[in-house]
C-alpha cells in the first residue's frame, strides 16, 4: 500500500532522462508516461533529455510539457585541457591495438559517460530552468543521476533516482550483457569499482528510490543502502487492443524487437527442428516472423543469426516502429516471447505490450519469474520449457487453427487492467508526492520497499 499525499501545490518538477518523445525508443516511453502523469496531475514538468537520430518518430502527446532537447558531446565543459587530449585520443584511436588502454583510462578519468554527455553544466541548467521542487533522474544513461544529485543539492529539492535497468550488480541474476558488462580481468574490476563509486555517491542524496521491477530496486537499494523505494512497472494504452482481423494465409507467430545472448533461443530453434522432422505436415503451414535488431555484432549469438536465416519457417523484418510493431503483434496467431535463462526481474515493455495485443502470448522459458507469473495472473498465454512441450503446443494450435477454431485464453480483465501506464504512474505519483511532502514537515514516511503484484 501507499499512503495517499494530501493535495499537493503545484509544483516544479524536473525530469532528466536519456531519450525522450519524439524519439520512438521503447527507453523513452517510460519516462513520457511519468512526465505525462505529472503533467495532468497540474504541476509544471520540464524534461530535459539528450536529441538522438530517429527515422521512426513518436507522436506523443507533449502538451503542457516543457521540453529540453540537447546535442550530445564528448567534449563536456567542464573539462581540463587533459582530459580534452584523452578524450581525442580515445575518439581518433578507435580500431587501433593502442584503443584499449586508452579507453580504460578515459574511463576512469574523464567524466562519467563521457563520449556522450549533455553540452552543458549543472550550474547552466540551473540558471536556464530556475529552483525546482522535485527532480527526478532516470537511467541509463547514468550521468542523469550525476546532473540530478547535483541540482537537487543546489536547490535542496526532493530527489528521485529512477532506475530502469541496474547500474552496478550486487544480483547477479539482473545483469545482461548488454546493459552491465564493463568487461573482464583487471580492467573490468577497475570500471566496475568507478561505477559502484560513482553510483554511490551520486545517489547519496536521493529522497527515494524508483525502479522498473522489484529485483531492479532491491538490487539499487543493496548498491546505496536503505531508503524508500518504489516500483512502477512499464505499461501498455488500453486502447492499442486488437479487433477483429483476416485468418492468416500461414499460422503464424510473430516476435518483435531486440534479441539478447541470455534468452533461451536453443529452445526455440531445437522446437521448430523437431516439429519440421516429426510433423513436417504442421511445419509447412506455419511461420516464426522476427522483426528487430540484427544479432551479427554479438558473436554470442552468431549461430542464432544464421538458424534464423536458414529455418525455412523463420522470416527476418527489419526493426519496426511503435505503431508498426503494434499492428504486426495484432496479426499474429501466437505471440512468442523468449525468457533469460537464469535472469529475474526483466519484464520488457514489449512483454506487456504483448498482453494487450489481443493474440495469446507463448513464452518459452526455463525459469519461473514476473513475465511467467503475468501470464498466469492475466490468462493471456501459455508457458512452455523445453523443446518436446513447445513442438507440442504449435501442434495443438496449428490443428486447432486449420479447422477454423484457434485456441483461446481466458483472459482476466482487472488483472490486464492493472498494467496500464495510468495504473501503473498512479501508485508512482502518490509515492514522490507522499516523500516531497514528508521531508517538507507535512506528512508521513511512506512505506519501503514498496512492491507491486504482477
Not at 499512503?3 to 513520457?32: C, D, E, K, Q, Y
Not at 543502502?225 to 501498455?236: E, R, S
Request: overall charge positive; charged content about 20%; proline content about 7%.
Amino acid at each position: 500500500m501507499v499512503t495517499s499525499p494530501t493535495p499537493a501545490a503545484r509544483l516544479r518538477i524536473l525530469l532528466l532522462t536519456t531519450v525522450f518523445p519524439p524519439v520512438n525508443a521503447t527507453g523513452a516511453r517510460r519516462p513520457f508516461y511519468m512526465a505525462r502523469r505529472l503533467c495532468d496531475e497540474g504541476h509544471e514538468v520540464t524534461v530535459v533529455s539528450g536529441r538522438r537520430l530517429e527515422t521512426q518518430p513518436w507522436n506523443a502527446d507533449l502538451r503542457g510539457i516543457r521540453s529540453i532537447v540537447l546535442d550530445l558531446t564528448d567534449h563536456p565543459p567542464a573539462m581540463s585541457g587533459w582530459q580534452r587530449y584523452l578524450a581525442d585520443r580515445h575518439r581518433k584511436l578507435r580500431g587501433t591495438f593502442l584503443h584499449g588502454p586508452v579507453r580504460v583510462l578515459a574511463d576512469l578519468l574523464l567524466p562519467l559517460e563521457h563520449a556522450t554527455r549533455w553540452p552543458v553544466t549543472p550550474d547552466d541548467l540551473a540558471k536556464e530552468l530556475g529552483p525546482q521542487d522535485v527532480v527526478i533522474a532516470t537511467g541509463p544513461g547514468w550521468s542523469t543521476f550525476q546532473f540530478g544529485h547535483q541540482l537537487a543539492s543546489l536547490w535542496k529539492a526532493t530527489f528521485i533516482a529512477d532506475y530502469r535497468d541496474p547500474w552496478s550488480i550486487k544480483l547477479p541474476e539482473v545483469a545482461l550483457h548488454t546493459v552491465t558488462h564493463l568487461g573482464g580481468a583487471l580492467t573490468g574490476r577497475l570500471r566496475r569499482w568507478r561505477m559502484l563509486k560513482d553510483e554511490r555517491r551520486f545517489t547519496a542524496n536521493a529522497t527515494g528510490i524508483t525502479a522498473a521491477t522489484p529485483v531492479v530496486l532491491q538490487n539499487a537499494l543493496r548498491v546505496i543502502g536503505d531508503k524508500p523505494g518504489y516500483v512502477m512497472l512499464n505499461g501498455f494504452e488500453p486502447h492499442h487492443r486488437a479487433m477483429a482481423r483476416e485468418r492468416n494465409a500461414l499460422f503464424t507467430l510473430v516476435y518483435t524487437g531486440s534479441i539478447y545472448r541470455e534468452q533461451e533461443w536453443d529452445i526455440v530453434s531445437s522446437g521448430l527442428h523437431t516439429l519440421a522432422t516429426t510433423r513436417p505436415d504442421i511445419a509447412k503451414d506455419m511461420q516464426l516472423i522476427v522483426a528487430g535488431a540484427r544479432t551479427s555484432h554479438d558473436p554470442e549469438l552468431r549461430a542464432v543469426e544464421r538458424w534464423m536465416g536458414s529455418a525455412p519457417q523463420v522470416l527476418r523484418m527489419e526493426r519496426l516502429d511503435r505503431e508498426g510493431a503494434a499492428a504486426l503483434q495484432s496479426k499474429a496467431d501466437l505471440l512468442l516471447h523468449v525468457g533469460f535463462k537464469g535472469k529475474k526481474g526483466i519484464f520488457p515493455i514489449k512483454f506487456i505490450e504483448y498482453l494487450n495485443a489481443g493474440p495469446p502470448v507463448l513464452q518459452v522459458s526455463t525459469g519461473h519469474d514476473m513475465m511467467e507469473e503475468a501470464l498466469q495472473r492475466t490468462g493471456c498465454g501459455f508457458v512452455v520449457n523445453t523443446s518436446e512441450t513447445l513442438a507440442a503446443l504449435l501442434i495443438e494450435h496449428v490443428e486447432a487453427w486449420r479447422t477454423g477454431n484457434p485456441v483461446r485464453c481466458a483472459i482476466r480483465p482487472d488483472a490486464l487492467n492493472e498494467l496500464t501506464w495510468s495504473n501503473q504512474t498512479k501508485g508512482w505519483y502518490q509515492f514522490i508526492m507522499g516523500l516531497h511532502e514528508a521531508g517538507a514537515g507535512h506528512g508521513p514516511q511512506p512505506p519501503t520497499p514498496a512492491r507491486q503484484q504482477v
